[in-house]
Nanobody
């Protein structure tokens, strides 16, 4: 069982930046895929970005060029750098880890983009 703890959410003005962190309870070296999902009120949870062991990354179309996902295996942490934030980025952001057939989720962190 991998426990994931997100941090770094908050309130930011449009155009601002935030960096989300996801700390795992154990080594992430063997975890095939880690990523970030988000869920806005009344909407389905959607993939924002993910990163594989080989560091191949994948982004949802609306965040390309604005968000960057990275992983630090030495710190057992995955990051999501979010720049040029828009009100439509407002959501609860969840960290996810996929190991073999098992999927682990964090509790989520709220990101609110508003003036």
């Amino acid at each position: 069982q991998v426990q994931l703890v997100e941090s770094g959410g908050g309130l930011v003005q449009p155009g601002g930046s935030l960096r989300l962190s996801c700390a795992a309870s154990e080594s992430i070296f063997s975890i095939e895929r880690m990523g970030w999902y988000r869920q806005a009120p009344g909407k389905q949870r959607e993939l924002v970005a993910d990163i594989r062991r080989d560091r191949y990354t994948n982004y949802e179309e609306s965040v390309k060029g604005r968000f960057t996902i990275s992983r630090d295996n030495a710190k057992n942490t995955v990051y999501l750098q979010m720049n040029s934030l828009k009100p439509e980025d407002t959501a609860v952001y969840y960290c996810v880890a996929v190991r073999h057939t098992l999927v682990f989720w964090g509790q989520g962190t709220q990101v609110t983009v508003s003036s």
